[in-house]
């Protein structure tokens, strides 16, 4: 029984043994195996051609440089896309509504761009702190503001994910608490809060799908900066 809202966030465990790399691994049992046969069936011909097109978008402003992150960024969206869209099922877990989780990987990637644009090109990397033609008074702030701006982008890229998905959650449970609270008190107005839990969870599905779309999106654009 949860004695509050939030401890649906709290990591599972079972028997004292924590869950959380079971929810991280067991996403990736319900994708079709790819076929060996000539033909495929409709499923892995969807699967394959959703797959090209989303690359193709991601990293078709990226030089050729950067399409070796390819199959990475487009792994992990099919990642975070797929366990978002799980923990909107009954009696689940959403392993991204964990700031740790979605720092651990946002950090490391972001680091990536950043070291591989420092070892290529140093000069544009550097460059990119201080804007041209920029008045000699402003330099130093303006190289100060540049580089906050710069260390905030793998915490930005963490608390997006975590805060889209967590208010959602919230919002579903507190929408849903109140249906039941008024479904013997007033029938018509706990029809008309179902309606709106119904559109709710329509937009938290859609949500959960570009919350994925636009982590993997930022971090193809701070790979385009570095390349």
């Known amino acids: 029984m949860m004695l509050n809202f939030f401890d649906q966030f709290m990591s599972p465990v079972y028997l004292g043994i924590p869950l959380m790399a079971l929810a991280l691994t067991l996403p990736w ?7 060996q046969r000539w033909i495929n069936n ?3 011909t969807l699967q394959s051609w959703s797959i090209n097109r989303f ?3 991601l990293f078709m402003p990226i030089n050729s ?6 199959i990475l960024l487009t792994s992990l969206m099919v990642f975070l896309f797929t366990i978002n869209i799980l923990g909107l099922l009954p009696y689940t877990f959403t392993p991204t509504t964990q700031l740790s989780l979605n720092m651990g990987f946002a950090i490391p990637l972001w680091l990536a761009t950043v070291i591989l644009g420092m070892r290529n ?14 008045p000699l008074p402003l330099i130093p702030v303006l190289v100060i503001i540049e580089t906050i701006s710069l260390l905030i982008r793998p915490l930005a890229l963490g608390v997006r994910l975590t805060a889209n998905l967590t208010a959602g959650h919230l919002l579903i449970q507190l929408i849903a608490t109140a249906v039941f609270a008024l479904l013997s008190i007033m029938p018509a ?11 709710l969870t329509l937009l938290e599905v859609a949500v959960a799908m570009i919350q994925a779309y636009v982590f993997v999106l930022l971090l193809s ?5 570095n390349v």
């Open 29 to 35: 049992v319900l994708f079709p195996s790819p076929s």
């Open 55 to 57: 690359t193709h978008q």
């Open 221 to 225: 654009l701070y790979l385009q900066e």
């Open 42 to 44: 409709r499923l892995l």
């Open 121 to 134: 090109q140093p000069t544009m990397a550097l460059g990119h702190l201080l804007p041209e033609g920029t």
């Open 65 to 70: 440089e950067g399409h070796k992150w390819a």
């Open 189 to 199: 107005v706990a029809l008309l809060t179902a309606t709106v839990l119904f559109l």
